[in-house]
């Protein structure tokens, strides 16, 4: 079976996010998705919240699997017994800050494959932080998320904002 991991904080999942996942699939059996819980970041959502998100954005597909991970991606790569790290970009900025990533983790495992897949043109402007900041500031935002995260936002109303 050929699996990768698509790893990030995701906060929150994004319509892009989502697209990343989906053409993954096309490639791969299984997609992990791995919930990075990074303690330096400051989230608008708490990890459980984030993870609820992904869960419900492909409730029922059976080759998408959610979990937590606070590491090095390597570590979890091997323990997931796959090399292949799907990465999302935008532009490059993101490319730039991919690419140093990637050598970086290639050093701690030579065996790393890093497949970056562009986003589409109608989701560039599209990031955690744009959704968050038309949460805060109450503007719409429901074209930035899949419908499920939406109606969890909504559902969670201030008490994370």
């Known amino acids: ?3 990768c991991v698509f790893a990030g904080t995701f906060d929150p999942f ?3 996010h989502e697209d990343t996942v989906k053409k993954s699939l096309r490639l791969f ?3 992990i998705v791995a919930l990075a819980e990074n303690k330096q ?3 608008m959502f708490p ?3 984030r993870e609820e998100m992904i869960r419900a954005t492909f409730a029922g597909d059976a080759r998408v699997r959610v979990l937590r991970w606070e590491g090095v991606i390597v570590d979890l790569l091997r323990r997931e017994g796959t090399h292949i790290y799907v990465r999302g970009i935008r532009n490059t900025v993101d490319f730039e800050y991919e690419n140093a990533d990637f050598y970086a983790s290639r050093d701690l495992d030579e065996d790393l494959v ?3 897949l562009p986003a589409e043109q109608r989701h560039l402007h ?3 932080t744009l959704v968050k900041n038309c949460i805060a500031f109450q503007k719409p935002y429901r074209e930035y998320v899949p419908e499920a995260v939406y109606e969890i936002i909504q ?3 201030k008490k994370h904002v």
Do not use: F, H, N
Request: glycine share 8%; proline share 4%; aromatic share 4%.
């Open 126 to 128: 599209i990031s955690s």
């Open 1 to 3: 079976m050929k699996k």
């Open 14 to 16: 994004t319509v892009g």
């Open 41 to 43: 970041k400051k989230c």
């Open 47 to 49: 990890p459980e919240v």
């Open 29 to 31: 059996d299984e997609v």
């Open 114 to 116: 890093t497949l970056y």
């Open 155 to 157: 559902r969670e109303g």
